[in-house]
């Protein structure tokens, strides 16, 4: 049937809606399918010889390293398989129009980490990525 769910004092009505929810806490893992398993949001800015990677925002990444356009992203908690989706985006600050081509892909996937390459147009590592690259890994 339909109707609205009462329970414990939360309230799902008939089109999803929760409330009453407050401070809700799971013990143990939370489990969805459509929610990704890791997700990273970082830049990685040249100066001089070194490069600077900063981690923007993330949820089970321990760590980005890397440099010239390779990174290692190694989750928090590992992954059940090697066998997840790796998206990446890249950003772009709008002040080239059209934007360059960049090209961004895994090449290694293992349960403890990801490891994605930028390459430009013309097939070179992209040396920095000032203007932000996201990474969502999909598991189950």
């Excluded at 929810?21 to 893992?29: E, I, R």
């Excluded at 398993?37 to 990444?61: K, L, M, P, R």
């Excluded at 890397?66 to 600050?93: C, K, P, W």
């Excluded at 129009?97 to 961004?104: D, E, F, Q, T």
Aim: with cysteine; proline share 4%; net charge negative.
């Amino acid at each position: 049937g339909t109707g609205k769910l009462n329970f414990n004092g939360i309230t799902v009505d008939t089109n999803n809606n929760i409330a009453n929810v407050n401070d809700l806490t799971v013990n143990g893992k939370f489990s969805n399918p459509l929610m990704p398993s890791a997700w990273c949001v970082f830049t990685d800015t040249v100066t001089g010889s070194s490069n600077n990677i900063v981690n923007q925002a993330s949820e089970n990444i321990a760590s980005i390293t890397g440099s010239n356009g390779r990174y290692v992203l190694t989750f928090t908690n590992a992954m059940s398989s090697i066998n997840y989706g790796v998206i990446i985006t890249l950003g772009s600050n709008g002040s080239t129009l059209p934007p360059p081509v960049y090209h961004a892909f895994f090449t290694v996937r293992e349960t403890t980490s990801a490891t994605i390459a930028i390459l430009d147009a013309s097939g070179e590592f992209v040396q920095s990525f000032p203007d932000g690259v996201t990474v969502v890994v999909m598991s189950n």
